[in-house]
């Protein structure tokens, strides 16, 4: 199958500042990808569609301000956590696929705010 | 709005049983549903797609079903290992954008 890459796997980081966290299609073109979230013994909540050359589209309660979604290219979109807080720890994991289709999952990042 | 429920939440059997995990789906307009493994702390490993067009789908020691009509799909795991013990999670996508609805997870453990 297709393979959808994360960096980094794991990120710590001081309260206010900001992580990038990016998501890779490796083999395929891939003009729409997803964010999910998961907390610990919880299961994966969507946040937000990427779309190439355009805005993404966030689920409700997602405050897109904090959660900044960039989707440059077929094969690469970036989440940037901003002014990340102890709250926002989380499990990041993206996918990518074919609309109708079986969705790839990145190998997520482990977010730990301090 | 789609919702995925799994039944049970946990479950622990002996090594060598066979045993059924559930997902249910309130939406029956689906075009696939996927299974997946999740062990702690990892990201997602897929194990099985099934199309709506399909009935089941076999992998190794592993079958999955799918009634469209009912809303409910099982996976079925034979001569369970230790090495089965995870955390099982389905997924059904949008209908209109693929991105998915995942359920709550069965979280395994086979005992030696």
């Known amino acids: 199958g297709a393979v959808v890459s994360q960096h980094p796997s794991w990120v710590i980081c001081k309260s206010g500042t900001s992580v990038k966290i990016e998501c890779r299609s490796l083999d395929f073109q891939a003009t729409t990808m997803f964010w999910y979230r998961q907390f610990p013994k919880q299961s994966l909540m969507l946040m937000a569609t990427s779309n190439e050359g355009s805005k993404a589209t966030y689920e409700q309660g997602v405050e897109k301000d904090k959660f900044l979604i960039n989707h440059a290219s077929l094969t690469l979109s970036t989440l940037t956590v901003t002014s990340a807080h102890p709250e926002d720890s989380s499990f990041y994991i993206c996918s990518a696929g074919v609309p109708y289709g079986e969705q790839f999952f990145g190998p997520g990042t482990r977010l730990t705010v301090l | 709005k789609q919702e995925v429920t799994q039944i049970p939440a946990a479950l622990s059997v002996p090594e060598g049983e066979n045993l059924v995990l559930n997902c249910s789906f309130t939406d029956s307009a689906i075009y696939n549903l996927q299974w997946f493994r999740q062990d702690p702390g990892k990201g997602l490993t897929s194990l099985l797609l099934?199309?709506?067009?399909?009935r089941e789908q076999t992998s190794g020691r592993l079958n999955a079903s799918l009634d469209k009509s009912s809303g409910r799909s099982t996976l079925y795991i034979a001569a369970s290992q230790p090495g089965d013990s995870a955390t099982y999670l389905c997924?059904?996508?949008?209908?209109?954008?693929?991105?998915?609805?995942f359920g709550d997870g069965t979280t395994l453990t086979v005992k030696p």
């Open positions: 997924a059904v996508p949008d209908t209109n954008a693929g991105k998915s609805t």
């Open positions: 099934i199309q709506s067009s399909q």
